[in-house]
């Protein structure tokens, strides 16, 4: 059974601005500069836990301990 030209039309048009918007949003979502925000917020949030900020804290102040004893020997 034929279908009509202009019905043939229509629906690639449809498709067509369907796989527009489509790789509109997929665009957005793939954006570097996404990525990279959405991985500093990460990291911030685990940084905020006083589980995981503490003992970062006492390591670096052992860390400058240890450099300043190394210079000043």
């Known amino acids: 059974m034929a279908r009509d030209p202009d019905t043939i039309e229509r629906e690639i048009e449809q ?13 957005v979502r793939a954006h570097p ?3 990279v925000e959405s991985g500093s917020d990460a990291v911030r ?3 905020d836990n006083p589980k ?6 006492g ?7 240890t450099l ?5 020997r």
Do not use: C, Y
Request: glycine share 2%; net charge positive; aromatic share 6%.
């Open 15 to 27: 498709a067509r601005d369907a796989l527009a918007t489509t790789l509109d949003q997929l665009s």
């Open 33 to 35: 500069k996404r990525f």
């Open 45 to 47: 949030h685990k940084l």
């Open 52 to 57: 995981i900020k503490l003992p970062l804290i």
């Open 59 to 65: 390591l670096g102040v052992l860390v400058v301990l």
């Open 68 to 72: 300043v004893r190394k210079l000043f």
